[in-house]
């Protein structure tokens, strides 16, 4: 049996050796569609450059999700405990994610200034919502059995949400989790975007207005990789909290990598 990770690497080699052949046939500029080669060069060579602003972004993104579980775990057990509570905030979760993220982040940056602050929160307000949502659902999907010997046993809610709830909403919240870090780096990219001195997204503004399209695909490539190194470290959080959890159980993308 071929290993996981064969597939999606001989697809990516095959669409990047298609880009670098069609940027040298097609004769294209280097500031409308560089050469991969060009970019892998500015990654690697202008590291020194590119860590210092991907440091920030990365801040911005581990601090997010920290505000967003901070927030969303309380909130989804409360919630969950007062089933009339989640009917009054539910339009309200819903709200704060039809809301475009565009038209938050000016106001976040004027009222939280051009620092780390105003990224944060752009970040955790992404986040938060999968984390919630994927939580609640899990305690509620537990097995009435289970809830009837509980209260048969004369477990407190509190015994209960520890012995009973927690773990089995345990898979649930890591498939939420992987979806807000899967999208953590829009919030804090978008705040950069609209008003920073430093970060990724400042980057690739900077750079864009001097049309140095090979460090914008540059700090892409970064963002990438942060991307996939948070997904990877909540794969081996799942499998170290879920080792009970049978691999059938698991989806190709929930399961672990």
């Not at 280097?30 to 450059?49: E, M, W």
């Not at 046993?153 to 909403?169: D, E, I, K, N, V």
């Not at 140095?212 to 942060?226: E, H, P, R, Y």
Request: charged share 10%; with cysteine; glycine share 8%.
């Amino acid at each position: 049996m071929k290993p996981s990770w064969l597939v999606p690497i001989s697809i990516l080699t095959a669409l990047v050796g298609l880009w670098e052949i069609g940027s040298r046939i097609s004769g294209l500029p280097a500031f409308i569609l560089p050469a991969p080669s060009q970019i892998l060069r500015v990654s690697v060579v202008h590291a020194p450059q590119l860590l210092p602003h991907a440091g920030v972004t990365l801040l911005e993104i581990v601090a997010g999700i920290a505000l967003a579980l901070a927030v969303a775990v309380p909130l989804a057990v409360v919630m969950f405990a007062r089933p009339s509570l989640e009917k009054a905030l539910a339009p309200f979760l819903v709200a704060s994610q039809a809301i475009p993220v565009f038209a938050l982040a000016p106001l976040l940056v004027v009222w939280l200034g051009y620092g780390i602050a105003s990224k944060v929160l752009m970040a955790a307000v992404i986040i938060f919502f999968p984390i919630t949502v994927s939580l609640l659902e899990g305690f509620k999907s537990c097995d009435h059995a289970y809830r009837v010997l509980f209260r048969l046993m004369g477990a407190s809610f509190w015994q209960a949400l520890r012995r009973l709830y927690w773990p089995w909403a345990l898979p649930y919240f890591f498939s939420g989790l992987r979806v807000g870090v899967s999208v953590a780096t829009i919030g804090a990219i978008i705040g950069e975007w609209v008003g920073a001195q430093q970060g990724l997204g400042y980057l690739m503004i900077q750079s864009n207005a001097r049309l140095k399209t090979d460090w914008v695909f540059a700090a892409i490539l970064w963002l990438s990789l942060m991307g996939l190194a948070l997904w990877h470290a909540v794969g081996w959080l799942e499998h170290r909290y879920l080792a009970w959890k049978a691999p059938s159980d698991q989806s190709s993308l929930g399961g672990t990598i």
